[in-house]
């Protein structure tokens, strides 16, 4: 069984950058599409970015376009996410994705997801 341990959350003020990571157990998802989605309280989950499997391809939601940068380390089967320039609105419980294809924007279409870590940014 797939599992997805999110972690790098925490409580950062505006302006400023954290990296979160998604550590995968259980099998080998180097071939697997990862990726990252949020959501913020009374809110639907929104996507965030998703990269394929050798990290040749990506692709951002329209929010967090040019300030956060997906990247992934198949030797160490995780993900990351670097959020720079973050925003009260990018206030929300981030989660991690995975699937051997990626299904983009669709968050319920993943086969594995984790936890959630939570992002609190300041103003």
């Known amino acids: 069984q797939v599992q997805l341990v999110e972690s790098g959350g925490g409580l950062v003020q505006a302006g400023g950058s954290l990296r979160l990571s998604c550590a995968a157990s259980?099998?080998?998802?180097?071939?697997?599409?990862m990726g990252w989605f949020r959501q913020a309280p009374g809110k639907e989950h929104e996507f965030v970015a998703v990269?394929?499997?050798?990290?040749?391809?990506?692709r951002y939601g329209d929010s967090v376009k040019d300030r956060f940068t997906i990247s992934r380390d198949n030797a160490k089967n995780t993900v990351y996410l670097r959020m720079n320039s973050l925003k009260p609105e990018d206030t929300a419980v981030y989660y991690c994705?995975?699937?051997?294809?990626?299904?983009?924007?669709?968050?319920?279409?993943?086969?594995?997801r984790g936890q959630g870590t939570q992002v609190t940014v300041s103003s």
């Open positions: 990269i394929n499997w050798d990290g040749g391809s990506t």
């Open positions: 994705v995975a699937d051997r294809t990626s299904h983009y924007s669709n968050y319920d279409a993943y086969d594995y």
């Open positions: 259980g099998r080998t998802l180097s071939t697997y599409a």
